[in-house]
């Protein structure tokens, strides 16, 4: 019992950086109907840029930094690669984003170099007691971020004129551009987001360690999550990239008693398996509402 | 005085869907226009408010004028900004948004005057003001259009164009509907009213035009519109006598076409 509420506290920490990676591809997909491919290297250059920054300052301030500026290199890419494409195919515009994503990954990682770098996280490996069972502190750490920046979205989108001219946006685009709504204003702003939010996840999925230079994988795992949790629900992306990292951590812990003969790791399938079975059963996934569109 | 000049709008570089457009929509006055299904009623207005572009319709030939100005190539929101806004045809209301914050995304342009402009919304409408919590999409038809007119309403437009705001709503509606535009039009907005309903139209208007096949034919006072006998048989189903059992029955015809295309 604890070796599986120790797996759901891993999971949980997982999960987190799969919930803030799955938002930003949400927030990008209400806003323009497009999948970008470009949260992968968003990611990576923000772990990139907090390891460099956490030399200088610390941490904390490192952090804050970071986010702020993939979120101006998300707006400028947006604005220079994205905005000229509006109106093409949808796959057109995925494409690019495809595009986008290899340049910058390959410039950020150029950084990596081959000497290890970390982002100089304050939690490393250490564990904290929850109840009874330990808890990796990154991946309470991570939890709590979610947690505070899922309030701060869920706040924006209510509250605030463009938040809430993004979801009119989203469910009229021409409605919206009638009240005034500039639908530029709602892409940028889209893109920044999830810039942003990506660097928040590539921190906390390179906390305790090293910087792996194949770190960005992870940012594809919310793929999956996405399709899960529904294209069009911001609600289902924090779900499901819970439920994905929970159920990826109690199979990564299992897998040995389970099925003794798989040698290697079966947590990175995990995410695609559990899509394609609530995708049996939930063809718009677990909160989708939006007939989207299918091939 | 918001206008258009000889306008000729092009969709899909193809289509000709306005052939030499002229249109004046003074200050605080209430101009009617009429037409039959694709004449061009809700090109011409998205031509006014800067939403061609989005269905990818362009200006061909003439212009766009807002107090002289050529404004035609501007962004939608821009013509929001200044003064004009357009209630689209089937109201178009955001369904999963409340009552309330539809309205404000109406105020997107007048952020600072929110309070104010709701206040007033709410005294036009004193229905949306009990179900400011409801979910838009589950208002009925006509409780539907008052939201999207007010919605419009939320940054205090100087033209409002209304886009067969009658379209299938039952008749005690219509004369509500009416009786607003009347009290927005008597608070100082100028109002271009698009309506397959001729007779409510010419009644509240002071100005008319009818438009075919991407033309402007008939350009009059309201007043002589209702009496002329083509516009009383085509768009009123009054006939002379004789010709008046095949014109109502074209004009039912029609609006039961109208009501499924819908
Ligand atoms: N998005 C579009 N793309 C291509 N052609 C269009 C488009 N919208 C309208 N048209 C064409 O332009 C012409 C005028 O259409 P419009 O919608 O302006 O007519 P309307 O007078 O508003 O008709 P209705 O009473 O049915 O609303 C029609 O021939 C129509 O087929
Ligand atoms: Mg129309």
Redesign the interface.
Known sequence: MTAFLEAVGEGLGTGSVYALLALGFVIIYKAMQVISFAQPAFMLAGIVLVSYLAESVNFWAAVPIAVAAVALLALAVERVAIRPMVGKAVFVIAIITLGVDVVVRVVAGAFIGVDPRSVGDPWGQEVVNVAGIDMAQRNVAALIAMVVVGGLLFAFFRFT?IG??M??SA????????????VGTVFATSWALAGGLAAVAGVFAATGGPIDQNIWIVALAALPVIILGGLDSLGGAVLAGLLIGVVQAVVATYQRDWVPSLETNAGPIVPYLVMMLVLLVRPYGLFG?KEVERV | MLAVQNLEVVYDDVVLALRGVSLELPDGKIVALLGANGAGKSTLLRALSGLLDIHDGEIRKGSVTLDGTDIGERKPADFARRGIKHVLEGRRVFKELTVEENLRVGAYTARSKLAENTERVYGLFPKLADMRRSTAGYLSGGEQQMLAIGRALMSDPRYLLLDEPSLGLAPMIVAQIRDIVVEINSQGTGVLLVEQNAAMALEIASHGYVMENGRIVMDRPAAELLKDQDVREFYLGLGAEGEVKSSFRDVKHYRRRKRWAS
């Open positions: 004129p809430l001219a979801r009119a469910l009229d685009q021409e409605a919206a551009m009638a009240q005034g709504v500039n509402t």
